[in-house]
T-cell receptor, first 116, second 113 residues
Framework: AQKVTQAQTEISVVEKEDVTLDCVYE???????LFWYKQPPSGELVFLIR??????QNEISGRYSWNFQKSTSSFNFTITASQVVDSAVYFC?????????????FGKGTHLIIQP | KAGVTQTPRYLIKTRGQQVTLSCSPI?????VSWYQQTPGQGLQFLFE???????NKGNFPGRFSGRQFSNSRSEMNVSTLELGDSALYLC????????????FGQGTRLTVV
């Protein structure tokens, strides 16, 4: 069975600090996808990134960057120079190739609080 | 381009009643998935529909059901409501059957009293 663990329940930092959200996953599949979603107070989940299991290249998008390491089954997310607008709950998720019976398997989420 | 629309946004029902939630996916998207979000269990997969057929189903009792129409709009139904069904129900729209990124609606907040 698939499993995603986000050990950090809540993180609070001061604006402009860098922050890393951890994600560790478990799967028996060799082909899978990893995702990060942001959930602001309004409720909808906002897609941030998808990474497939064969692409371990790190990705940077503006202030956001992702570090995928298959050797440690981790897919960590770093926000550089955090801003108050980054405050939200962030979810890491996993899916088998083609979906599979479990759809997206989500971690419990990390509540990120950016203080001004 | 309009996003995923879920109606209603908020709902209060009594134990034992049934409820129907609606989801209109992004135009052109053929896959619709449903998720239940609760403080205790987090986000859990309910089911996925593609081309009017249920393709995958999560570990929920038969009281939870759904369907998809020819225009890709989807409904989910919960019968004989229990207090534990109180949750945020999120609908996700994808271009294809788990082709990749999913776009979520704002959800329907169901409260069972």
């Amino acid at each position: 069975a698939q499993k995603v663990t986000q050990a950090q329940t809540e993180i609070s930092v001061v604006e402009k600090e860098d922050v890393t959200l951890d994600c560790v996953y478990e799967t028996r599949d060799t082909t899978y996808y990893l995702f990060w979603y942001k959930q602001p107070p309004s409720g909808e989940l906002v897609f941030l990134i998808r990474r497939n299991s064969f692409d371990e290249q790190n990705e940077i998008s503006g202030r956001y960057s992702w570090n995928f390491q298959k050797s440690t089954s981790s897919f960590n997310f770093t926000i550089t120079a955090s801003q108050v607008v980054d405050s939200a709950v962030y979810f890491c998720a996993l899916s088998e190739a083609g979906g599979g019976a479990d759809g997206l398997t989500f971690g419990k989420g990390t509540h990120l609080i950016i203080q001004p | 381009k309009a996003g995923v629309t879920q109606t209603p946004r908020y709902l209060i029902k009594t134990r034992g009643q049934q409820v129907t939630l609606s989801c209109s996916p992004i135009s052109g998207h053929r896959s619709v998935s449903w998720y239940q979000q609760t403080p205790g269990q987090g986000l859990q997969f309910l089911f996925e529909y593609f081309s009017e057929t249920q393709r995958n189903k999560g570990n929920f009792p038969g009281r939870f059901s759904g369907r998809q129409f020819s225009n890709s709009r989807s409904e989910m139904n919960v019968s004989t409501l229990e207090l534990g069904d109180s949750a945020l129900y999120l609908c996700a729209s994808s271009l294809d059957l788990w082709a990749g990124e999913a776009f979520f609606g704002q959800g329907t907040r169901l409260t069972v009293v």
